[in-house]
């Protein structure tokens, strides 16, 4: 049995702790301590980008986090998006320009959106492509995903 270790942090504006092992991905944690599952498990390598949210700002790949490194940080996750049921601009574009069908990849593409568009607010569609260049998707074709990015503009 591993010691647990105890843990702050902030989520989608709310104080959260609790007593982790220090394996425990922040992905994890999210997910199956704090019932935050709109960040989605897809390779667990980081190489998908499913899981994808802010930590202190920065869009990370929770599955290659453990918990632990969280101490302390501010984090957003996609559900820090919506405003009651009063979706994001970004999330209305996504359902506008038809930029999910399966779902599955749309938590992390609207979190690496949101910084993109935090740091770039009317990127081209090459900076874009760029941006979004390491979340997969294997539904949309990407088009419909550059259109609604770029039409949200600034957050």
Known sequence: MM???EIRMTVNGREYGGRVESRL???DFLRNELNLTGTHLGCEHGVCGACTILVDGEAVR????LAVQADGATLMTVEGLADGDELHPLQAAFQENHALQCGFCTPGFLMTAYA???DNPNPSESEVRQGIGGNICRCTGYAPIIRAIQQTGTV
Do not use: E, N
């Not at 929770?62 to 986090?65: D, E």
């Open 62 to 65: 929770s599955c290659l986090l």
């Open 3 to 5: 010691p647990l270790i």
């Open 25 to 27: 991905t922040l992905a």
């Open 116 to 118: 993109l568009l935090r």
